[in-house]
T-cell receptor, first 113, second 112 residues
Framework: KAGVTQTPRYLIKTRGQQVTLSCSPI?????VSWYQQTPGQGLQFLFE???????NKGNFPGRFSGRQFSNSRSEMNVSTLELGDSALYLC????????????FGPGTRLTVL | SQQGEEDPQALSIQEGENATMNCSYK?????LQWYRQNSGRGLVHLIL?????REKHSGRLRVTLDTSKKSSSLLITASRAADTASYFC????????????FGKGTRLSVIA
């Protein structure tokens, strides 16, 4: 099976712009989670989607949003970018919502100038 | 915060030695998982241990879980230079419908 793919892999934006990141889960996986990783805060949970429904949301401002499509592919959007949004954004898919391992994509490295 | 904590934050050993990393957490869990991350890349799942299990093995990896102490340890035996990476524990809280909570990781360096 193909692994989790994320596009783009690298992105450079300027403050105030918006960005959309994409994640394609492993075939058959219906749960997709997003994480932000920074050196200072570590891995922080953004949100989780299962069958197109948001199941959980982390403690991030409303500028961060996401969605999941009927084919389980997911996108996350960050509007009005701030310098502090520079991070590695990781997507993970799993076959169920709990009790199973998560399979991570390679991440999207976002740099905000 | 419900975040777990790994100890030590960094560990440097010689090739062939064993590496032990510890993880503590704060609330009752359904399971605890260990992941590895090579520099700036995605995480790779290593092992999952359920709350009713005390020890689990996978190749050179041995994980223990002590729910009374709310702690887990990951032992890598006969380490190799390729084991150099960051290792994270992640726990699934036993209250349902919650995401995995990751610790800040242990940075392991294995020197050839």
């Amino acid at each position: 099976k193909a692994g989790v793919t994320q596009t783009p892999r690298y992105l450079i934006k300027t403050r105030g712009q918006q960005v959309t990141l994409s994640c394609s889960p492993i075939s058959g996986h219906r749960s997709v989670s997003w994480y932000q990783q920074t050196p200072g805060q570590g891995l922080q949970f953004l949100f989780e989607y299962f069958s197109e429904t948001q199941r959980n949301k982390g403690n991030f401002p409303g500028r961060f949003s996401g969605r999941q499509f009927s084919n389980s592919r997911s996108e996350m959007n960050v509007s009005t970018l701030e310098l502090g949004d520079s991070a590695l954004y990781l997507c993970a898919s799993s076959s169920w919502t709990s009790g199973v391992e998560q399979f991570f994509g390679p991440g999207t490295r976002l740099t905000v100038l | 915060s419900q975040q777990g904590e790994e100890d030590p934050q960094a560990l440097s050993i010689q090739e062939g030695e064993n590496a032990t990393m510890n993880c503590s957490y704060k609330t009752s869990i359904n399971n605890l998982q260990w992941y590895r991350q090579n520099s700036g890349r995605g995480l790779v799942h290593l092992i999952l241990i359920r709350s009713n299990e005390r020890e689990k093995h996978s190749g050179r990896l041995r994980v223990t879980l002590d729910t009374s102490k709310k702690s887990s340890s990951l032992l890598i035996t006969a380490s190799r230079a390729a084991d150099t990476a960051s290792y994270f524990c992640a726990n699934e809280i036993n209250s349902g419908n919650t995401p995995l909570v990751f610790g800040k990781g242990t940075r392991l360096s294995v020197i050839a």
